[in-house]
């Protein structure tokens, strides 16, 4: 899902698919976790100035986590522990 959002653009300029891998598995566990949307928002616009040393948009980084909240939503069917 990150890759297809590709927010710096790397994937689209030739970079390796597992560009983003070192966001997932955070990701995943605020997800699951079930976060506030402004507490993954921060980590990821956090992630992405510190890792790669740029910004992203926040409000397109809103964007991805309210779609990768769906996404969970309709995926994990387990409660939340």
Known sequence: MVVEWDPLGLIAMGSPRDEYD?????LLRRLQEQEPTSAIVDY??????????LT???S???GFV????DW???????PHV
Do not use: M, P, T, Y
Request: glycine share 10%; proline share 0%; charged share 30%.
């Open 22 to 26: 070192c966001l997932v598995g955070q």
């Open 44 to 53: 990821l616009c956090g992630e992405f100035a510190d890792h790669f040393g």
């Open 56 to 58: 992203v948009e926040r």
């Open 60 to 62: 397109s980084i809103e």
């Open 66 to 69: 309210k779609k990768a909240s």
């Open 72 to 78: 969970r939503a309709e995926r994990w069917h387990s």
